[in-house]
């Protein structure tokens, strides 16, 4: 059973996005789209992704803006939980889509 998640259950906290991405539906391996991130989120988007976020894929104003475009969206956001992560995705429909992708805090009672 998957839970259906929401916006409104699931709050995204913007101080806790580490990339957003873009494109048009389908494909997100990024041959349709472009994945941003931000300065405080490089370490770990590199480590994520497995190669280094480049200088070019860091910026802020896009990360803002892309998160207020799925903020906009509302209800029509789909909230997913994957493996420590939260990801808010919007399917716009004219077949572009966005997705923010945010950590997940630790686990309660586990020292970090
Ligand atoms: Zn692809």
Redesign the pocket.
Same mark, same amino acid.
């Given at each position: 059973m998957t839970k259906v998640l929401t916006l409104q259950s699931h709050p995204l906290d913007r101080s806790r996005v580490v990339a957003v991405y873009t494109g048009r539906r *389908? @494909?997100? @391996? *990024? @041959?349709?789209g472009e994945y941003h991130y931000t300065g405080a989120s490089r370490a770990e988007a590199s480590k994520r992704r497995g190669y280094e976020v480049r200088d070019e894929e860091v910026d802020e104003i896009e990360v803002a803006r892309v998160i207020d475009e799925v903020l906009a969206a509302d209800t029509s956001v789909e909230v997913i939980e994957g493996l420590g992560e939260m990801i808010y995705y919007v399917d716009h429909l004219w077949g572009r889509c966005a997705a923010v992708y945010v950590k997940l805090p630790p686990p309660q009672g586990v020292a970090s």
């Open positions: *389908g @494909c997100m @391996c *990024g @041959c349709n």
